[in-house]
Structure formats: C-alpha cells, structure tokens
C-alpha cells in the first residue's frame, strides 16, 4: 500500500484540511508487471515465425531457389509461418476489440440453435478428417443468451475446436445446451488427452499450453481460451472446466437465462 496525506482546499484557496489517500500499489503493480509480460509475450510469438521466415527467405536468395523441390519445401514452410502470423495477429485484434468495448451491449442478443447449428457445419470437416464423432444436442426453446450472435459463435468455435484438436483420432465431442433451473448451461465435453490438474487455473491466462509444441503443430496460438473467457465474463456468464488426463475434459459455460 501507498499511504499519502494531501491538503485539501476550498475554491477560495483556504485550507481546509488534510486527506488521507491509499493506494493499493500491489494491484496498480500487478496489472504493470502483467502488462509488461503480455508485450514481452507477443514480441516472443511474433518474432518466432518471423526468424523462421527471414531464414528461410535468406537461404533461398542465397541459391536454394535454384532446386526446385527445395525451394517448394523452404516456401511451404515460410507460408505456413505466415499463416500462424496471420493467426495470430486476428486472435490478439480480437481480444483487444472485446477488452475495449465498455460491457455488454443492452441489445445484445442471441440464440443457441442456429449458432450451434452453424459450428456444427463449419467444424463437422474437421472431426471427420479424424475420425472425431461431434454430437451436437440442443434443447427446444431455449431463451436467448445475453451476447452477440458473433460473439457466442467464436466461443463455441473456439472451445468445439479445442475439444477436436486435442482429441486423438476415433473420440468423441459433445456440445450441448439446456436449461437448468434460472441458467441456461452449455457443455463441450470431449474423449481427449486431458489437462493435468496443475495447469487447470491457468488455461484461461493469454499463451498459457500445457503443451507448448503441442499446440504449435496444432496451429493454435494460445490465445481461444484467453477470449472466451473474455466474451463470457464481459457478458455476465461464468465458464470452468472439469478434466482428467487421459480421460478427456468438459468445459461449462453457463448464463442466467434473460428475461422473456
Ligand atoms: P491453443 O491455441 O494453444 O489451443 P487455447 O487458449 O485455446 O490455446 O488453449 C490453451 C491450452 O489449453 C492449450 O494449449 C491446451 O494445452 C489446453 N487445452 C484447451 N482445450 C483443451 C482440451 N479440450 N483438451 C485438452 N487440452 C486443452
């Protein structure tokens, strides 16, 4: 704590007496030091792709270019770096995007069904590239959920397509919604390979893998679950996850339902 004492004075500018001002520095540091690792953190995940395109760019000018089947390998890899840019530069956007809108928009409306249907569509591919069964149960006349139709569409993708990336081939992965009492609950539950129980508090944190190469091969940035979590919480909801290793995990997003 940051303990101050002030004068305070009236608008004739006669003393009126002092006033004593905490701070709460450790919060005000906290939020500094956190600041200053999410920088670090980003100059660190961009830079990474970067070298790799530099080196690889470098090696061609200097005569790989001149082998053919060489040069196709080195320039696969430079565009699969620049798409994990690309990746990545839309993720961290789109945190900052959700972080600066003030709170939820009172307008802000949106129903289960046609989005789940819609990631249904979209991820179905994906599954069954691996062998991955997606189920996908919606109750009848759910109420409408109190966030944007884009919004409560990137959190389903983003929690559907973690449960198919760190699900080996021939799993399962169940998104469901329904009501329970005043909440309207939403589970992704996937056959997966599980989150060892130390890193559970720390999924939801910016760049936190349990896995780091992991999730480098699998494309991800680190970030989906840092943005649910975002959306979620800015739009009054709660989310948590329940996993065992080896056994699979469940994520559980859950709002009180609006009032019809
Ligand atoms: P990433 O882009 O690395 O997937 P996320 O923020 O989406 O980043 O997730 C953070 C980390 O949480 C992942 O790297 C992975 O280690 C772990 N994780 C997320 N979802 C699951 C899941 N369904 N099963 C196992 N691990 C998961």
Redesign the pocket.
Same mark, same amino acid.
């Given at each position: 704590f940051r303990v101050q004492v002030v004068p305070v004075w009236t608008e004739q500018r006669r003393l009126l007496g002092a006033a004593m001002v905490i701070d709460d520095v450790t919060e005000v540091r906290r939020l500094e030091q956190m600041r200053t690792e999410f920088v670090a953190n980003v100059s660190h995940e961009l830079r990474t792709p970067l070298t790799s395109i530099k080196g690889f760019v470098e090696t061609l000018l200097d005569g790989a270019l001149d082998d053919a089947k060489v040069a196709k390998r080195f320039l696969s890899i430079i565009n699969e770096e620049t798409q994990r840019l690309q990746r990545l530069i839309e993720?961290l956007l789109q945190l900052s995007r959700i972080e600066s809108q003030a709170g939820r928009a009172v307008e802000d409306q949106a129903f289960l069904e046609p989005e789940m249907q819609r990631v249904r569509n979209l991820l179905e591919p994906i599954a069954l590239e691996k062998r991955i069964t997606l189920q996908v149960d919606v109750q009848k006349n759910l109420p409408q959920l109190p966030l944007s139709p884009d919004n409560l569409k990137q959190v389903l993708v /983003? %929690?559907t397509? /973690? &449960?198919i #990336? =760190? *699900?080996p081939e021939g799993g399962r992965v169940h998104v469901r919604a329904f009501r329970q009492d005043q909440n309207v609950t939403l589970e $992704?539950q996937?056959t997966? !390979?599980? !989150?060892p129980e130390e890193?559970l508090p720390r !999924?939801?944190e910016?760049? =936190?893998? $349990?896995? #780091?190469a992991?999730?480098?091969e699998?494309? +991800? *940035? +680190? %970030? +989906?679950? &840092? !943005? @649910?979590k975002h959306i979620i919480e800015r739009s009054g909801g709660r989310v948590t @996850?329940h996993?065992q290793v080896g056994a +699979?995990?469940i994520?559980t997003v859950s709002f009180p339902a609006l009032q019809e």
């Open positions: 993720d /983003n %929690l397509e /973690n &449960a #990336k =760190y *699900t $992704v996937d997966g !390979i599980g !989150i890193s !999924i939801f910016r760049f =936190y893998r $349990v896995d #780091k992991r999730s480098r699998m494309g +991800g *940035t +680190g %970030l +989906g679950l &840092a !943005i @649910v @996850v996993s +699979g995990s994520f």
